[in-house]
């Protein structure tokens, strides 16, 4: 069951997904589309998830759930890993590679591969104070709080 993000409590389980490329207006629009009608029957044995998501950047699909109604489980996780997949499919885009950097260049948002963003902190072109996204958050407070944050507050940290 899809109910607005502001809704859900600061403890709900998030899976960040982050896209290779930004994501056209259009494709955008279609992707928020196709999450939101996922999120309205996603559910865990047969009991609806209360779930929400955020759209960021054109860039990161954000997944909520909140688990004091109805966990996630194992069969409902591999449901939503398999929507991602299609949507990586449609729109020929990677999702899942979690061996990747995204992180703010100024006011345009960078994606790197992690031995060219290692390679660029050592080059002193990226520094401790460059905002990342840390994708590693697991609730929506960390979420709000750890998310985009300079590298030396993250796991982004050792590379300098």
Known sequence: MYIPFENLPEDSK????????????????????D??????????????LESSYQMKYNRFIIIAVNQEVQAATGCSIDKSVMFIQKLEQKYNVDLLDKMNVTFKNGEHIAHKTLIDFKKMAKEKAVTENTIVFNNLVNTIEEYNESWEVPAMDSWHSRFF
Do not use: G, M, P
């Open 14 to 33: 998030i899976w960040i997904y982050q896209s290779n490329r930004k994501f056209s207006d259009a494709e955008f629009s279609e992707i928020e589309a």
């Open 35 to 48: 999450v939101k009608s996922f999120l309205e029957t996603w559910e865990a044995h047969s009991v609806s």
